[in-house]
């Protein structure tokens, strides 16, 4: 039981890590992504230019608001 407990408690930091609107925030831009394959006719190429940016901006976004809000 206790390697059960101790693999699942890795991929809770591996996937969750230190900030958990990070992981969420790539999952819903990832449920976006999988319904605009399932109702546009939009190409695989431009979905995956468009998600990437998405994951990017939300990255970035999760870095800078928390260390504004610090820095006041």
Known sequence: MRYVVLFG?????FLIG????I??????TLAG???LV???SLTDAAIS???GLAILALVAASIVVPARRERR
């Open 9 to 13: 408690r890795f991929w809770w930091d």
């Open 18 to 21: 230190d900030d958990w609107r």
């Open 23 to 28: 992981a969420a925030g790539v999952t819903a």
């Open 33 to 35: 992504g999988a319904m």
């Open 38 to 40: 399932a109702r546009t």
């Open 49 to 51: 230019v468009i998600i």
